[in-house]
Nanobody, 115 residues
Framework: QVQLVESGGGLVQPGGSLRLSCEAS????????MGWYRQVPGKQRELVEM???????NYADSVKGRATVSRENSKNTVYLQMHSLKPEDTAVYYCNIKYFRGTYWGKGTLVTVSS
């Protein structure tokens, strides 16, 4: 079992930026894909951005040009950097990592974009 712990959420003003972190309890070197989803109450969880082991990104049109997923293997950590935040980016953000042995989710971190 792999534990994922997200951090970095909070209140951000419109137009601001954030960096979310996701620390895994196991090495991420062998992970197939990693990245972030988000969910607003009453709506389905949706993709923000995922990267594969080759660094190829798959992202939602709504965050195109504003979001970047990166990894730091030495710290078993995946990051989400977002800028030009909008109120509609308000959601609980979940880290997701897929290994050959299974897919794992964090418990989520709330991001609120409001003035």
């Amino acid at each position: 079992q792999v534990q994922l712990v997200e951090s970095g959420g909070g209140l951000v003003q419109p137009g601001g930026s954030l960096r979310l972190s996701c620390e895994a309890s196991s090495s991420i070197v062998s992970a197939h894909t990693m990245g972030w989803y988000r969910q607003v109450p009453g709506k389905q969880r949706e993709l923000v951005e995922m990267i594969n082991n080759g660094g190829i990104a798959n992202y939602a049109d709504s965050v195109k040009g504003r979001a970047t997923v990166s990894r730091e293997n030495s710290k078993n950590t995946v990051y989400l950097q977002m800028h030009s935040l909008k109120p509609e980016d308000t959601a609980v953000y979940y880290c997701n990592i897929k290994y050959f042995r299974g897919t794992y989710w964090g418990k989520g971190t709330l991001v609120t974009v409001s003035s």
